[in-house]
Every structure is written in structure tokens, then in C-alpha cells.
């Protein structure tokens, strides 16, 4: 149920060191023929530019609140000698939330990409800016898959058979970003992988300990 193996470990440092390449080729290569595609497209028709012109940014407001419920949550049935895997699910968002929060503002002024709105605007703004922290430089790397993903991957651990839903609503919040053209694909393929790390950190400084225990 816990999975914090070495082995996860080392496929994602393996997974790690494939996306590296990868990425460079995605900011090199395709993150601009698909966000102009999205722009040419997508954006040619006026309904999906007036729905998706000016969406809240909803994300600090689910971390709080997943957070706060599940802290609740949590100590609610802990206190009551209730400690199954929803209970545990509860302890590991308590961490995880603002963790992945943290993560993805520190990550985003570290890289101060240019997201790819200002972009169209700005063609000249393209590229990554390090710690100078810019206005309009914090697409990189996507925020809400960076969170969202670690959350639905902290309920996968413990609900396995809900991994295929998990792993679609992935999914479908990437594309969604990327039609919506508030990130680059790269933006959102890192992001993703790195929701996957944090989960897995924290979920080794959770629940390591419960392996190596005596019965």
C-alpha cells in the first residue's frame, strides 16, 4: 500500500535522466509549433477565447483546504485508534499539499520561464530567466500538475484500483493547460514527474519507518 521502495526510487531517477533530454528537445523543438497551434486553432474561435480568456487560479485555495480537511480528518480517527489507509491517505496530504505548493513557487522563481501567454505577446520574452524573478516568468514548471498530480498520486498509492482514474484526470488537467495555452507541453511533462518525486519523498519520510519496524 506504502510503496517506498529503492526500486520506485531508482525508476524514477532513470525516468529522471530520459526526461532531461527530452525536455530540451520539447523547449528546443515543440513548445512553440504547439502553443501557436493552440493559438491558431483553438483560439481562432471566439467561444473557447471568452471561456478560457481569464480563469481564476484556483490552486492555493485547494492546497488550504486539502490541507485543513485533512489534518481534521486525520486527527479526528487517529484519536479513535482508526488508522486504515484513509486515515494514512489524510496524514500524507497534510504534508503533502503545502509541500508541493512550496516546491513549485521555489522551482518557478528558480527557472523564471516566461509563460506562454506573455509569450505570445512578448515573442522576445522566450526562455528562462534564472532567479530574477519576473513578472509573467513562472511557467516552469506547471504548477497545478505539479500539486494536483502529487494529491491524486498520494490516492493511488492507497487506492490502487483508483489509479487508472487518477492517471486520466492527470492527464486531462495537462492537455487542459496546454489548450487553454497557460503552459508550454514541457511546463506541464515536468511538472508532472516532479509530483510524482515529491509524493514519493514524502511518503518515505512518512511511512518509511513502518517497513523496517517489528511486528
Not at 467561444?47 to 480563469?55: F, I, Y
Not at 489534518?71 to 508541493?100: H, M, N, Q
Not at 519576473?134 to 500539486?147: A, N
Request: aromatic content about 12%; glycine content about 6%.
Amino acid at each position: 500500500m506504502t510503496d517506498v521502495t529503492d526500486a520506485t526510487s531508482r525508476r524514477l531517477a532513470v525516468i529522471g535522466a530520459l526526461l532531461l533530454p527530452f525536455t530540451a528537445v520539447c523547449v528546443l523543438y515543440l513548445d512553440i509549433p504547439v502553443a501557436v497551434f493552440v493559438r491558431d486553432y483553438l483560439y481562432a474561435n471566439r467561444h473557447w477565447l471568452r471561456a478560457t480568456s481569464d480563469l481564476p487560479d484556483l490552486l492555493l485555495g485547494v492546497v488550504i483546504a486539502a490541507t485543513a480537511v485533512s489534518c481534521f480528518f486525520y486527527l479526528f480517527r487517529s484519536e479513535r485508534g482508526i488508522l486504515d489507509r484513509a486515515t494514512l491517505l489524510a496524514k500524507e496530504i497534510v504534508w503533502l499539499a503545502p509541500a508541493s505548493y512550496l516546491a513549485k513557487a521555489l522551482l518557478k522563481m528558480a527557472f523564471g520561464r516566461s509563460n506562454t501567454r506573455h509569450w505570445l505577446s512578448e515573442p522576445g520574452a522566450y526562455g528562462f530567466h534564472w532567479f530574477q524573478m519576473k513578472e509573467h516568468c513562472e511557467g516552469f514548471p506547471s504548477g497545478h500538475m505539479l500539486v494536483i498530480v502529487a494529491l491524486l498520486a498520494a490516492g493511488w498509492r492507497f487506492y490502487p484500483e483508483a489509479r487508472p482514474l487518477g492517471i486520466m484526470l492527470s492527464v486531462l488537467l495537462g492537455i487542459a493547460l496546454i489548450a487553454t495555452n497557460y503552459h508550454f507541453f514541457s511546463d506541464v511533462v515536468v511538472g508532472a514527474y516532479l509530483a510524482i518525486v515529491v509524493e514519493l519523498v514524502i511518503a518515505r519520510l512518512l511511512f518509511c519507518r513502518r517497513h523496517s519496524s517489528p511486528n
